[in-house]
């Protein structure tokens, strides 16, 4: 199995710029599918961002289109979300997660292995 670790999060202004990282400790990442999800406080989780194995494919929620790009590098074992003009809605506990398949996953149930979350405050 892989756990994913995030880091990378903090306190940032309106329009600012953060990028997030996705490390995995057991297993190589470049075997998953990697989404990126997140949790505002009295909100559920929500999708973000999804990766392809070998990081030709990916798929974005409407609200971070032109935002927010994920990537990843195989070498590092190591998936990105770089998140560009942050808005204070994106306020939230991010997660990664890896999902054992080959297809995009948008759906938590699909994801197998969580990281414990990093999160993201955006003042306004």
């Known amino acids: 199995q892989v756990q994913p670790v995030e880091s990378g999060g903090g306190l940032v202004q309106a329009g600012d710029s953060l990028r997030l990282s996705c490390a995995a400790s057991?297993?190589?990442?470049?075997?998953?599918?990697v989404g990126w999800f997140r949790q505002a406080p009295g909100k559920e989780r929500e999708f973000v961002s999804t990766i392809s194995r070998s990081g030709d494919q990916t798929f974005y929620a409407d609200f971070v289109k032109g935002r927010f790009t994920i990537s990843r590098d195989n070498a590092k074992n190591t998936v990105y979300l770089h998140m560009n003009s942050l808005r204070h809605k994106d306020t939230a506990d991010y997660c990664c997660a890896a999902a054992y398949q080959t297809s995009l996953a948008t759906r938590i149930s699909l994801y197998d292995y969580w990281g414990q979350g990093s999160q993201v405050t955006v003042s306004s």
């Open positions: 057991g297993r190589t990442l470049s075997r998953y599918v």
